[in-house]
């Protein structure tokens, strides 16, 4: 029994030492201390359930922070997966894709890109109320896992990578004004052709 214990125990530090941690018992904690988190819907389930697990996750959700996570887009599909006997659908799968990107200072964005979850429930045609739930359920679950793999995301950036991606953002932002400026200028330096005078009759 000892001895099951010693390696159960020596595993547990070995597996922990390679950065493996168990499902539900890892530290969230980041690294990223204030961010502000925003969507189109201000007050949708994701984004309310987002800025809750990352203010539990030691991070000052507030709109005066340096960056801001902004959830551009959230489409859900659903479709027929499966069908049983009749032709009736039995089952089917719910599919909710997460677009955003991240802001830094004069509102630049930083890094872009979407997050995508799946789920399949079952529809009884019988039990119409019941299926409901189950989408709702299914729905719930999904969104969870939208939170937790945003925080995922969250959690491999570091103010020095965000720095950085704010450096890049500077630089294409003053390339581009002085690209801009030089074309106005040259605009302005052209001489402007008179229309062609036609001599009367």
Do not use: W
């Amino acid at each position: 029994m000892i001895k099951r214990n010693l390696l159960v125990i020596g595993l547990a530090v070995m597996l922990s030492a390679c950065g493996f941690q168990l499902r539900g018992t890892g530290s969230t904690e980041l690294s990223v201390k204030e961010m502000d988190v925003s969507a189109r819907n201000a007050y949708g389930p994701t984004v309310v359930q987002l800025r809750e697990v990352l203010e539990r996750s030691g991070v000052n959700v507030h709109a005066g922070a340096p960056y801001r996570l902004v959830l551009t887009n959230e489409q859900e599909n659903e479709r027929s997966a499966t069908y049983s006997s009749g032709n009736r659908t039995a089952e089917y799968e719910l599919t909710t894709v997460l677009n955003y990107s991240i802001q830094g200072l004069n509102n630049l964005e930083l890094m872009s890109d979407k997050l995508e979850v799946r789920k399949i429930y079952v529809r009884d045609g019988s039990n119409i109320t019941g299926s409901e739930q189950e989408a709702n359920r299914a729905r719930e679950e999904m969104r969870r896992d939208l939170v937790n793999a945003m925080v995922v995301r969250l959690q491999m950036l570091s103010p020095s990578q965000l720095d950085e991606l704010q450096r890049k953002a500077d630089e294409r932002a003053q390339a581009e004004a002085a690209a801009l400026e030089a074309a106005r200028r040259q605009q302005a330096e052209t001489p402007q052709q008179s229309p062609l005078e036609v001599p009367g009759n």
